[in-house]
């Protein structure tokens, strides 16, 4: 089995793990520091979202150099040593890739501005993730942006922008990255046609208004594939993780062409009762191809936390599910301490997302009772009220404590890291399934109880 198989991934939001120059901001230099905690919970990769250079309109998804450490996050020297160490650690460094769009002050827009998406009148009825047009006018003709206006879209059909976006890997390769999570695939492609996206007959007033529209013409077209087999070429065999929002059947078409781990979302949007979970479970295995290795996603940092959309006292058994089910799971930073939303107020609030507020779930990491994340007199986002009960110092502390059960169940899934799914039964809202022969897991859904049954070793 691959460490990735084996191991488990950790996403790290470099601007609220751990800021090492007092200036309210996470940097590099404090996820290196930070990586010890990481070893001890007995995690394996260390995902880390966007620090390239960026004028943040949309917190370092709008990349202005590539190549390049913002320096809100420190340096290239500083992710160097972040790398050595992580080594050191035996940990594996996963980077965020962007290959589908820039920021609008990238060198590129005004120096090669046939690396975009242009128009010399806006030609479809294509809409904006983040709501509004996605074409904005720029001189005479039109951009594409599938987000913020300030984030265009790269053409994937010229040969030069993949070349040098296949450029930016092996750069970051170079650099010590062990695997890449690649943002917003399926949209790198769309329709060459331009023909407008059909509406979607299930929407209904208050819904997200990106979603009026069925994105047929602007996600998830053929030509996506073939950009991954470069990305496989270009890598190597270092790790490929997709973010790919799409039902199954559609999600796992993306192994075919390179992908380790199309990213599974759906445990995100599926209610919490025995019957759903289990259903999710067997239509993802019956769908998965031969050979295919499966994951599981339980939060991040573009949706509401895993202790927020639970009832209260089932962050226990959310963590049993995700840590023995088959297949890799990935932890979003915080949620092993049991961190929840947090309400922003409205003068703190910076996202930029127009339909949605994403800072509840991105706020600093609550290390101790006094809010050791920054020396600075205010953080980036405000602290969450309970960090000073909710923490990693009082939870390492306690051996009964939630981010203990977290740490005994990362250790003890590698015993069976690779024993086959069964379900065993579905009963009054409680779970029960197999792991191989000798494990057996109890999730009930109704009290938020969980079992581990199996030798000495893996119980918990």
């Known amino acids: 089995m691959t460490w990735w198989q084996r191991g488990a991934i950790y996403q790290v939001y470099p ?14 230099e404090g996820v290196r520091r930070r990586l010890p905690y990481l070893k001890w919970l007995g995690v394996d990769g260390v995902w880390l979202s966007p620090f390239y250079r960026s004028p943040m309109a949309d917190f370092g998804y709008d990349v202005a150099d590539h190549r390049d450490v913002d320096p809100l996050f420190g340096t290239v020297e500083d ?7 992580a080594r050191r650690l035996g940990l594996k460094l996963i980077l965020d890739y962007v290959p589908n769009h820039t ?23 294509w809409v904006s993730n983040f709501g509004g047009p996605a074409w904005s006018p720029h001189g005479e003709r039109f951009y594409y ?20 976006m296949l450029d930016v890997l092996r750069f970051w390769c170079e650099h010590g990255a062990d695997g890449f999570r690649i943002d917003a695939l399926r949209q790198l492609f769309k329709d060459d046609q331009r023909r407008d996206n059909p509406p979607n007959p299930d929407f209904s007033p208050g819904d997200d208004p990106y979603s009026a529209l069925l994105p047929e013409f602007t996600t998830d077209r053929p030509e996506v594939q073939d950009a991954i087999r470069a990305f496989r070429a270009t890598v190597g065999d270092r790790l490929l993780v997709g973010e790919l929002y799409l039902p199954i059947e559609r999600l796992v078409a993306y192994y075919a062409s390179g992908l380790d781990l199309p990213s599974n979302f759906h445990l995100l949007s599926t209610p919490w009762t025995a019957h759903d979970v289990a259903e999710l479970i067997e239509r993802y295995e019956g769908a998965l191809p031969d050979g295919a290795w499966p994951n599981w996603v339980a939060g991040n940092h573009d949706r509401p936390r895993l202790a927020s959309r639970l009832p209260p006292g089932h962050e226990r058994a959310a963590a049993t599910l995700l840590l023995t089910l088959r297949g890799t799971p990935t932890l979003y930073y915080g949620d092993e301490i049991g961190m929840r939303d947090v309400e922003i107020p409205p003068e703190r609030r910076v996202d930029p997302w127009v339909f949605g507020n994403r800072d509840p779930v991105r706020t600093p990491m609550q290390w101790d009772a006094d809010g050791s994340f920054t020396e600075a007199e205010h953080a980036w986002l405000p602290f969450a009220p309970d960090h000073t009960a909710v923490n990693v110092a009082t939870q ?22 690779d024993a086959p799914y069964r379900t065993v039964s579905v009963h009054d809202n409680v779970l029960t399934y197999a792991r191989g022969e000798a494990i057996t897991v109890t999730i009930d859904f109704n009290t938020g109880a ?9 119980q918990a």
């Not at 390492?396 to 890291?417: G, K, M």
């Not at 969980?450 to 893996?458: A, F, I, K, M, N």
């Open 15 to 28: 601007r609220s793990f751990q800021d090492s120059n007092a200036d309210g901001v996470g940097d590099l």
């Open 79 to 85: 992710f160097d040593a972040l790398a050595q160490e």
């Open 396 to 417: 390492q502390d306690d051996p009964d404590s939630l981010l203990h059960h977290y740490r005994h169940l990362l250790a003890a899934r590698r015993a069976f890291a």
């Open 145 to 164: 942006h599938a987000y913020l206006p300030e984030q265009p879209d790269l053409d994937w059909r010229n040969p030069d922008v993949r070349a040098a």
């Open 450 to 458: 969980s079992q581990l049954h199996g030798p000495e070793s893996v």
């Open 103 to 125: 920021s609008i002050e990238h060198p590129w827009f005004t120096d090669h501005s046939e690396y975009f998406i242009w128009a010399d009148e806006v030609p479809n009825n």
